[in-house]
């Protein structure tokens, strides 16, 4: 179970010691916690907050907590919630169930009790927002996959070839070019189908977190292990484990994944216990991994384990044939979102899609429309729209119509430029590689610009 303060938790009691008891606890375990006194202090809370979980008493003064299950459902907020009684009264919580609580905790119990239902309520949640965030991917993997492009095409051919094997694949390409899609589609296409898909992103946890997401740990192993915890392995377990970004994985970490991939085996931190993995590994970066190794940054031992096979995605500027395609699928899935119809993209605002290169790829690409679409008026996107953020500032206040389409690009491209160079610290080498070009392109460019800073290397 994966507990972190990005789960809210709501406690509703009027005995004030047990709501700090209870805080504290879940506080403990990695939850973040609010409480209230009563009902109708909880509704006015959850009408400004987003709230996983409430935990309710079932008798207090004034609204009771059948009352106010009754009321959060009635509001929709998709809160889930678990009812706390000193009564043990079966009768009750059945009565709160019927209402909408997912579960219910007897006052009396072990706390430890509390955690694990709350844990599996937070699991169950999970598993449907996974549910329905593949629903709503299945349409977007299919237009991604279905390319024009010749050298993508042959990318796809090679997972189709390589799917059912056990082989260990390296997902190459800039940071945006679908190398998560590419990585569940050779999943889904797999014998493993039917079993987890587990990705980690290497890039988003500390070096002091990382291992006990990876390998999970035992209760007591380090301060704060108040549970034993399944770690990414053994939840991948039978599937496959999609480690992204694995550039940025701390070289202890290399060293113990390197092990892994020798025994096909783990061991939970806190626990001498050996468990058995049979775990299709995929990884991704987009980092220049040979740069990295010359740099003592990556282990050489490490990167010949994890690519037998290794494909690079292209990026979107070196397949504009499915561009167009992307775009009319971007805008009829963001315009049904945003609750818009029939939008329509001006030709000159499609000229400029069509013929930009796109830094950050796809993503970047549903990002662009997303944004049109929630500026657009009257059912249509114009060259207002497209640079309206880049004209609030010095050059808000000029009259006498928009400028030329070239005037705008580069007003964007200069911008872009800095940006990422202040990103990269100034190392004009880096940035290139970020960018997906060469250092003398990028020199070329802050030349063309002037763009000038003391500390550009």
């Not at 809210?8 to 409480?35: M, N, W």
């Not at 292990?225 to 053994?234: H, M, N, Q, T, Y």
């Not at 429309?369 to 729209?385: D, F, Q």
Request: overall charge negative.
């Amino acid at each position: 179970m994966t507990q972190n303060k990005n789960y809210r938790i709501l406690i509703v009691d009027d005995e004030i010691e047990y709501q700090k008891v209870v805080s504290i606890i879940l506080e403990d375990a990695g939850y973040h916690t609010d409480t209230c006194s009563g009902g109708a202090e909880a509704l006015d809370f959850l009408k400004d907050n987003v709230v996983d979980l409430v935990i309710t008493d079932l008798r207090m003064p004034g609204m009771s907590g059948n009352e106010l299950i009754r009321q959060i459902v009635e509001m929709d907020c998709g809160t889930d919630i678990l009812v706390v009684t000193a009564f043990g009264s079966i009768e009750g919580a059945v009565d709160s169930m019927k209402l909408g609580a997912s579960d219910y905790f007897v006052k009396s119990n072990d706390l430890d009790e509390l955690l694990l239902k709350i844990g599996r309520i937070e699991r169950m949640r999970s598993l449907e927002r996974k549910s329905d965030i593949l629903l709503r991917n299945q349409d977007s993997e299919k237009v991604f996959l279905g390319t024009k492009n010749t050298y993508f095409q042959n990318i796809l051919e090679m997972c189709n070839r390589t799917a059912d094997t056990n082989i260990n694949i390296l997902l190459l390409g800039e940071s945006g070019v679908g190398k998560e899609v590419i990585a569940n589609y050779i999943h889904r296409i797999s014998q493993r189908k039917n079993e987890p898909f587990i990705p980690v992103n290497c890039q988003v946890f500390p070096e002091g977190l990382i291992d006990s997401e990876l390998f999970g740990h035992e209760k007591g192993a380090f301060t704060g292990a108040v549970l034993s915890r399944v770690g990414k392995f053994e939840e991948a377990n039978d599937g496959t484990l999609f480690l992204d970004e694995i550039g940025d994985l701390p070289m202890t970490t290399q060293g113990k994944l390197l092990r892994v991939l020798e025994t096909r085996s783990i061991e939970r931190i806190g626990s001498n216990k050996k468990i058995d993995l049979d775990v299709r590994f995929i990884s991704a970066t987009n980092k220049n991994i040979s740069q990295k190794i010359m740099e003592g940054a990556f282990r050489e031992d490490l990167l010949y384990r994890i690519n037998t096979l290794t494909l690079t995605i292209p990026p979107l500027r070196e397949r504009r044939e499915d561009i167009p395609g992307l775009i009319d699928f971007f805008v009829r899935k963001i315009e049904a979102d945003q609750k818009k119809k029939d939008v329509q993209i001006d030709g000159k605002v499609m000229d400029y899609l069509l013929s930009y290169d796109y830094p950050g790829n796809v993503r970047e690409l549903k990002n662009i429309i997303e944004r049109l679409i929630a500026l657009s008026r009257n059912g249509t996107v114009t060259m207002s729209e497209l640079f309206m953020p880049f004209n609030m500032g010095a050059d808000a206040g000029r009259s006498g119509g928009i400028s030329s389409l070239k005037e705008e690009r580069a007003k964007f491209e200069k911008r872009y430029i800095v940006n990422a160079l202040e990103i990269s610290k100034w190392n004009v080498t880096r940035c290139a590689a970020e960018l997906g070009i060469t250092s003398r392109q990028l020199w070329n460019k802050i030349n063309q610009y002037g763009i000038k800073n003391k500390e550009i290397e």
